[in-house]
């Protein structure tokens, strides 16, 4: 019931989204319906249910976690958007139910089991998100929105021939396998091996393409750049999550088959390559949104590589996957609010925030820090952890390399963005329309999202509740060690009845 | 004329099919020669329960029913109108040329057979030439998808590309659940339509279709 609520609510409220008269009122539905998938997940914290062999949709450790942050995600940006949306933007009504129907793609992604559904789920995903991207028109909105959609759509078809090499693996073997992660790693032991490193592979190339790790980000910086703010918070903190999850739904099945060794190096080596390329191309950028959409290619890269180290490495990963999600979304809220305020993507143009608006710009600053992992912000806590993981196992020149570039993407950013928020205004600086008095409740709307999220960021970096810890402890598990984890749980479901 | 020959012969068909296509300079004749190569695929759900003798059951009668629908007809004509309204109907100077493309193309070919040599298929496939195949026919769409500058072509060569793994598909048609292959097929669909949507807008705003004007956003 919870699972088909999961993903009937978003669609529900966003079909109102399509019918409902007046624009207050298809806002309401629009917050309405991101709370309400909310308040569904929460209930259905903790997970008793675990996922048999047979069952299509479930909710594993894993996929509660990443459907955890994402629902979070969807719930600050309904708030931010309702301060940040203007009324003369037309076609607001497919604008809305496109951001519904993501959430609820997303979550089918989370909650299915089976490898195909979760193709479905992530194709239908990356559709959704195309409108979206292509809100303002224009030549530059347009240009973003093709290479998004091309890009993409050969990125997700490579996927689902590394799915099918994974299902041909499969048909070594007398009895049927069916394509779920609980009956793929259960008989892990007994799959071709070579069929299974190429489908990891071509997966990897392909929930890569989506995730956007080098040298398949290209689409990145263009989408992100061109997208409304809210938009691209949403895909940087929700969508690429959904590919990752994907991802790592075919690592576990490599670890349980005794691949993690293999699959693990794959990973670092597109890791240390996205961190890499990121830090290339983040110095001397001038377009703040741009520079934002390499550190999110920086920050998959960092995911990939801590998934990549085992299991020390996988929980500083999950971690990291909760402050991505917390941070970008922050840091893209505060990128839309310039935006409103000094119209312009370029950062010779942005100066004094700090004087402008004040409170923005003490979040800026903070959320700044935030993403170059300064204590006591999470990120930090992550990325010790995966340097302390490539301690651990041994891998100096892995830990040099990753050291060596996010130095390099530290002063990048700071170095860029620092003089938005200090510097002199700017001399011809006119009052945009979002400082209006008339437009102050717009203004803490838009703030109050961007805090929330931030002030999350950072008590969960100061400090981790017991539960959360827990939840991420075993979403890293289920990742390296899935058999261990499937045994167990196979083990429970048969006692119960 | 056995099930088995038949099967091998759409297959080589196939490919010189997506050769045809790399040499084809009409835009048109390019969509022509898509829908054809789908129309030839869409029989080979039912190859395989011929194979053993037996009747073909439902789910590959709506696999290829459904193939039939999208890939022969609804896609084609959606791409076919496009092309029909708009002034451009020859792709020209590509970034490799015809020639040389289909060279290239002949090249990747034989690769993949080399490949597909190197991966043995754990079990007995209905033809021994499905992996080849299909790896070939994926990699002539992304040759036709990164060497060709309108955005119609660079749809066909995705859809080719699609094709290919449509090809490996086969292989595991009785593994895959029909909800899930349905859905495969769906969005297929529907990113071809908003593919088209786009192309008409590139098309509106640039009053042409040409990718290569597509090159303001980059580093500064």
């Not at chain 2, 640039?206 to 004007?213: A, K, S």
Request: charged content about 10%.
């Amino acid at each position: 019931m919870t699972l088909f609520l999961l993903v009937a609510v978003p669609l529900v409220f966003g079909a109102l989204c399509l019918v409902l008269p007046t624009s207050p009122l298809r806002m309401a539905a629009l917050v309405a319906g991101a709370w309400a998938h909310l308040a569904v997940v929460i209930r259905s914290w903790p997970s008793v249910e675990t996922p048999l062999r047979d069952d299509f949709l479930g909710l594993d450790p894993l996929g509660h976690l990443f459907l955890t942050l994402i629902s979070a995600l969807f719930a600050a940006t309904s708030v931010y958007f309702v301060g940040y949306h203007r009324k003369r933007l037309i076609s607001q009504r497919v604008f809305q139910a496109c951001i519904l129907a993501l959430l609820s793609a997303l979550s089918l992604l989370c909650i299915s089991q089976h490898l195909g559904l979760l193709w479905v789920a992530l194709e239908s995903a990356s559709l959704a998100v195309t409108p979206l991207i292509y809100f303002r028109l224009g030549p530059r909105a347009l240009e973003a929105t093709w290479k998004f959609l091309l890009m993409n759509s050969v990125g997700v078809a490579l996927a689902l021939l590394g799915i099918f090499c994974v299902a041909i693996a499969t048909t070594c073997q007398r009895n049927p396998v069916a394509l779920t992660i609980a009956d793929l790693v259960r008989n892990a032991a007994q799959l071709d091996r070579t069929w299974l490193r190429v489908g990891f592979l071509l997966g990897l190339v392909g929930f890569g393409t989506k995730m956007g790790l080098a040298p398949l980000h290209s689409w990145k910086p263009d989408a992100y750049g061109e997208a409304p703010p809210p938009v691209a918070a949403l895909m940087a903190g929700g969508m690429t999550l959904g590919a990752f999850a994907g991802l790592l739904r075919m690592f576990q099945v490599c670890a349980a088959a005794g691949l993690s060794a293999f699959a693990g190096s794959w990973l670092i080596v597109f890791g240390l390559i996205s961190i890499g390329t990121a830090a290339v191309f983040i110095v001397g950028n001038n377009d703040y949104r741009r520079i934002l959409a390499y550190t999110s290619v920086e920050h998959m890269g960092v995911l990939v590589v801590g998934v990549g180290l085992g299991s020390a490495g996988s929980y500083a990963s999950m971690l990291h996957a909760m402050h991505n999600m917390l941070n970008k979304g922050a840091m893209f809220f505060l990128a839309g609010f310039i935006w409103r305020i000094y119209e312009s993507n370029e950062i010779r143009a942005v100066r004094g925030t700090l004087i402008r608006s004040p409170l923005a710009g003490v979040l800026l600053l903070a959320a700044l820090c935030a993403t170059c992992g300064l204590p006591p912000f999470g990120m930090f806590f992550s990325e010790l952890g995966i340097v302390l993981a490539a301690a651990q196992t041994g891998r100096w020149w892995v830990l040099g390399i990753f050291v060596l570039t996010l130095a390099v993407v530290f002063v990048g950013v700071m170095t860029a963005l620092l003089p938005m928020v200090f510097g002199d205004l700017p001399e011809n600086s006119s009052v945009s329309e979002a400082e209006l008095p008339s437009h102050r409740w717009r203004r803490w709307t838009m703030l109050g999202a961007a805090t929330a999220l931030l002030a999350l960021g950072f008590g969960l970096g100061a400090y981790q509740p017991h539960a959360v810890r827990d939840a991420l402890a075993r979403a890293a598990d289920s990742v390296c060690r899935p058999q261990a984890e499937f045994v167990t749980l196979a083990r429970t479901a048969e006692v119960q009845p | 004329m056995s099930a088995q020959f038949i099967t091998d012969a759409v297959l080589v068909l196939v490919i010189l099919l997506n050769l045809g296509m790399l040499a084809s300079s009409r835009l048109a004749t390019g969509v022509k020669l898509f829908a054809l190569q789908s129309l030839l695929l869409a029989f080979l759900p039912l190859a395989e329960e011929v194979l053993e003798g037996q009747s073909p059951g439902l789910h590959a009668f709506i696999i290829g029913a459904g193939t039939l629908a999208l890939k022969v007809v609804l896609i084609p004509y959606i791409l076919l109108r496009i092309i029909r309204t708009g002034e451009v109907h020859r792709e020209v100077e590509p970034f490799i040329g015809f020639t040389a493309s289909v060279f290239v193309g002949a090249l990747l070919v034989i690769g993949s057979f080399a490949v597909a040599m190197r991966l043995p298929l754990p079990m007995v496939p209905v033809s021994k030439l499905i992996v080849p195949v299909a790896l070939s026919t994926l990699l002539l769409g992304m040759l036709t998808l990164v060497s060709r500058l309108k955005a119609i072509t660079q749809v066909i060569g995705f859809l080719v590309l699609e094709n290919g793994v449509f090809i490996l598909g086969l292989l595991l048609l009785k593994q895959t659940p029909l909800l899930v292959e349905l859905g495969i097929l769906l969005d297929l669909f529907v990113g071809v339509f908003l593919m088209a949507i786009v192309v008409y807008h590139i098309r509106r705003e640039f009053d042409h279709m040409d990718t290569h004007l597509l090159d303001a956003l980059k580093e500064s």
